[in-house]
């Protein structure tokens, strides 16, 4: 069209303005029919950054030595930097891996938790569910622990300490302990611990739960059962 505009008498580059074609892309286009190649060319061409052929090898190789392993692109990529055996991105990794028909195999997710269930002889009443924890004060370097009720949340003993062992939970038990009424009732149970799962009796008077484990020997001079 632009030759058929010429021969008429247009100029050539008021006859790519009325088509709305760039004039260096007539030139161009020009230059690759008389080397005839206006076929398309294959997208992508030769990047600089490609890939070598021993590189992908190496990738495929770590694959089969550390795939079980690492279970990932990005553990892998790292691998490969690690070992000094070949320095490429996780993006990279995974097109080599999928080009090459393999595929790592991530570990199955974790089931969802089941939450345990209060023991049978448990009523969700006051004085019935203590929770306790303990939190830091890195600055001023103490630990304070708390008692509370979990049915009506009253907040029933505290410790300030700057320690946290079995010592302070049994303090701030023995407190809470007293300040509910339950101290005597306590006293006259301490000839051992009692199975919580047998409703007998015997059982426990209140379950304490937390998430703080190295305290758990405590339970032996509070007369409480813990509970994870």
């Not at 070949?86 to 990794?93: A, D, E, G, H, T």
Request: with cysteine; hydrophobic share 40%.
């Amino acid at each position: 069209m632009v030759e058929r505009a010429v021969e008429a008498g247009w100029e050539f580059r008021a006859s790519c303005q009325v088509l709305e074609l760039g004039t260096v892309r007539a030139y161009r286009w020009l230059g690759r029919r008389a080397a005839d190649e206006l076929e398309d060319h294959r997208p992508g061409g030769s990047p600089l950054h490609g890939l070598l052929d021993w590189e992908v090898a190496e990738v495929v190789a770590l694959f089969h030595q550390w795939g079980e392993v690492d279970r990932s692109h990005r553990k892998l990529a790292h691998r490969g930097s690690y070992l000094e055996r070949v320095w490429v991105s996780p993006s990279s990794v995974r097109r080599v891996l999928a080009a090459e028909g393999l595929r790592l195999r991530p570990l199955p997710r974790p089931g969802r938790s089941v939450r345990k269930p209060f023991p049978d002889w448990v009523e969700y009443t006051p004085n019935s569910i203590w929770i306790f924890d303990t939190t830091h004060f890195t600055r001023a370097g103490v630990a304070a622990t708390v008692v509370e009720d979990l049915v009506s949340r009253k907040w029933i003993a505290e410790i300030v300490s700057a320690e946290e062992t079995a010592t302070q939970v049994q303090v701030v038990f023995t407190e809470a302990l007293e300040c509910e009424g339950l101290l005597d009732r306590v006293t006259a149970r301490l000839d051992g611990l009692v199975d919580p799962t047998v409703d007998d009796p015997t059982r426990p008077i209140l379950l304490a739960m937390s998430d703080i484990h190295p305290e758990w020997r405590a339970d032996r001079a509070c007369g409480v059962r813990p509970a994870a």
